[in-house]
């Protein structure tokens, strides 16, 4: 788990500077920052709602087939996905193979926003020898 008070959140509207300080952050040795932009909390209550006995496994679902596009993988099985399937140094398949073991266990919003960047962290390479303070940035649009 990860502790509350090491969460920032970067939110912008379009054309607001925040694609370069997401990339100033991202080289930071201490900081782990979500490769893309998704609406995390949107996602996390509408799929709550609608099911809220299998809501994580189908967020889980959404962000690793988002993965699996950007990578360019003709597999979109997300149970198969193909060993060396990157999404620039991120593992999709240890990726997925981390966060898919929490599919069943109901969590809040910031358990799940822990698992998801352990899970980020344990499959990308840049921190695989690296010690991370454990501070994170999900960047949202608006």
Known sequence: MIDNNQLVFILGTPRSGKKIIKCLLDNHPDLIVWPDEFPFFTLYKIHKD??????IDNI???????MLVRANANNKDVA??????????????????QIIGNKSIPMDYMGYLSTLFYAYKKAN????SERTSYIKCLNLPL
């Open 50 to 55: 609608i099911d809220r006995k299998n809501y």
């Open 60 to 66: 889980n679902n959404i962000i690793i087939n988002k």
């Open 80 to 97: 198969n996905i193909p060993p060396k399937t990157f999404v620039g140094n991120l593992d999709v398949g240890l990726f997925a193979s």
């Open 125 to 128: 390479v840049k921190f695989v």
